[in-house]
């Protein structure tokens, strides 16, 4: 079921199939992608609770292994409309039968979003509802259009990097194997003041995996060298990608509280690098904000 709110000439379109931004428009022009399965079958799912792929596609944990798909469950599974206001879509995911299945933890997502002054703003809540110790990981996947309004191509727009007001001159970043998992070396990316291009090439090794806080936005520049839209964040990780080879119509800018395993890890759970964790009755908050 879908839910539709307007505010300040941005029109925002959810889904409870997922708790799942469909549509994103302002000023008469669509920023989130169209989910055309000839490209990619999604808008901007939310990743939970695992971010990116298992080592053989399981985990462990207290010695008994798990079977998990990519990015966990959440983005495949129906919320519950918990609040709509008149600028505002709260969804509800709760932890069932089905879920502590494949995942034996008791928890309360939430994710919340509302259209601000600046543009819209995502907020996720994740509460341990058990009694155990609960490690996991959440992350966003939202693919924005690039090129926006079916003007012009990649070689004209660019991907602009900013930490802290600065522009990087270049960027740390992690490749994936075939098997999606972090390779185990780096490879540095030069900036042209704090720009990329994209291209085939820049994506050829699937997703680019930064971390370590390098950044804390991302904006997506248009033919005029303007930003037409910015992701800010706080996240330890960030993503950049579009499918391999396809030269796809939009670029996902992904932050992340959680990644992928590494092609070498062999460890329980809780030894995944950058898992999160929460105690009993304790509540994680985290998000973005996107603005025009």
């Known amino acids: 079921m879908q839910t539709v709110i307007e505010r300040n000439g941005c029109t925002l379109t959810t889904d409870t199939a997922g708790g799942e931004a469909v549509s994103l428009i302002k000023g008469g022009i669509e920023y989130l992608w169209n989910a055309d399965p000839a490209f990619w079958g999604r808008h901007a799912p939310v990743l939970f609770p695992f971010v990116g792929s298992l080592k053989n596609k399981e985990y462990r944990l207290d010695g008994r292994s798990y079977s998990m798909g990519q990015h966990g469950f959440a983005r495949d599974m129906e919320f519950c409309l918990l609040e709509r206001t008149d600028d505002s879509i709260t969804y509800q995911l709760l932890s069932s039968e089905e879920t502590l299945k494949k995942y034996p933890f008791e928890f309360d ?3 919340k979003y509302d259209i601000t002054d600046r543009g819209l703003k995502l907020t996720w809540r994740v509460t341990n509802t058990g009694d155990g110790y609960m490690p996991f990981s959440i992350g966003g996947h939202p693919a924005f259009m690039c090129p926006v309004n079916g003007q012009g191509s990649w070689s004209e727009y660019g991907i602009y990097f900013e930490k802290m007001g600065f522009a990087p001159s270049h960027l740390t970043v992690h490749t994936l194997s075939s098997e999606g998992l972090v390779n185990n070396e780096t490879k540095e990316i030069e900036l042209d003041k704090g720009r990329l291009t994209p291209s085939d090439q820049l994506f050829a090794d699937d997703a680019l995996i930064i971390e370590d806080r390098q950044a804390d936005k991302v904006s997506l520049l248009g033919p005029s060298g303007k930003a037409y839209l910015t992701v800010v964040f ?9 499918p391999v ?3 796809a119509p939009f670029i996902c800018i992904e932050p992340w ?9 062999d460890g329980e759970l809780a030894d995944r690098k950058y898992s999160q964790a929460l105690k ?3 509540t994680f908050t985290g998000g973005f904000e996107v603005i025009f």
């Open 257 to 265: 509280f959680g990644r992928a395993d590494g092609v070498d890890f």
């Open 109 to 111: 997502l939430r994710i």
């Open 245 to 247: 080879g396809k030269h």
């Open 234 to 242: 706080d996240s330890p990780l960030l993503g950049i990608w579009s």
């Open 280 to 282: 009993p009755a304790e």
